[in-house]
């Protein structure tokens, strides 16, 4: 039997793919399918440089980290600098992406993401024209 909060989030995602906060995780992969960007991750991904957009005016790239960048001195940045509402952040070598997007067709295989991050030499940090993306 189809439970009330199911059938609710079924209705969110007919008519608004942008906002399902509401919904359970399982349904970000639905969202996902319907919409031309991937607006959160269930995990590590990798992804094209040119596929990163800006998700709203409170936007923002950061090299401050240089030889301590990792994806959790990435999130913490993020928090820092006031991007609250931030669902993905994107780090490169010597960048941290906040309030980013991608476009669905820029996901790549997470092979694709092979430097090492300045800061902890077992995590991913891109690579070449390649964003490492990871939940927040």
Do not use: W
């Not at 359970?24 to 919409?35: E, Y």
């Not at 590590?44 to 950061?62: H, I, N, V």
């Not at 980290?65 to 001195?73: G, I, R």
């Not at 906040?98 to 430097?115: M, Y």
């Amino acid at each position: 039997m189809l439970n009330f909060q199911f059938i609710a989030c079924l209705v969110v995602l007919l008519t608004t793919v942008a906002s399902v906060q509401a919904c359970p995780r399982s349904f970000v992969a639905i969202r996902n399918t319907f919409s031309s960007r991937i607006k959160t991750l269930n995990g590590p991904s990798c992804f094209t440089e040119r596929s990163l957009r800006t998700a709203g005016e409170t936007e923002g790239t950061y090299d401050e980290l240089k030889e301590t960048m990792t994806p959790d001195a990435c999130r913490k940045l993020c928090k820092d600098k006031g991007h609250s509402a931030s669902k993905i952040i994107a780090v490169s070598q010597t960048l941290c992406h906040c309030d980013k997007n991608f476009k669905k067709e820029g996901l790549s295989d997470v092979a694709k993401c092979t430097n090492s991050c300045p800061g902890n030499l077992d995590e991913r940090c891109g690579g070449p024209e390649y964003l490492s993306a990871y939940p927040v």
